[in-house]
Nanobody, 120 residues
Framework: QVQLVESGGGLVQPGGSLRLSCVAS????????MAWYRQAPGRQRELVAT???????NYADSGKGRFTISRDNAKNTVYLQMNSLKPEDTAFYYC??????????????WGQGTQVTVPS
């Protein structure tokens, strides 16, 4: 029922840019904190960036200064703009939604992911 659908992944050369999108359905989007995670082969899933339901953002050190998370509540969409991409950014990127207000605070939804590949 609830769906998060990522798009925008692909192959990009080092130094290039990519914008990921995640469209949510069947949730009241503006009440949810959104986040991007990534997972590379052999590694644990790691948080990349978050944006709360009121628009506060945080970034992991890995993407700080290069990545920007944003949201468009009218489109039920969260974005991850990735600039100056490096091979170490290669991973499967996942969209996550967590309820930011009562009664949704126990909600935790995940998208299917989209592959980002930055070759060496």
């Amino acid at each position: 029922q609830v769906q998060l659908v990522e798009s925008g992944g692909g192959l990009v050369q080092p130094g290039g840019s990519l914008r990921l999108s995640c469209v949510a359905s069947e949730i009241i989007f503006r009440h949810y904190n959104m986040a991007w995670y990534r997972q590379a082969p052999g590694r644990q899933r790691e948080l990349v960036a978050t944006i709360t339901h009121i628009g506060l953002t945080n970034y992991a050190d890995s993407g700080k200064g290069r990545f920007t998370i944003s949201r468009d509540n009218a489109k039920n969409t969260v974005y991850l703009q990735m600039n100056s991409l490096k091979p170490e950014d290669t991973a499967f990127y996942y969209c996550n939604a967590k309820g930011g207000v009562f009664p949704y605070t126990r909600d935790d939804f995940w998208g299917q992911g989209t592959q980002v590949t930055v070759p060496s």
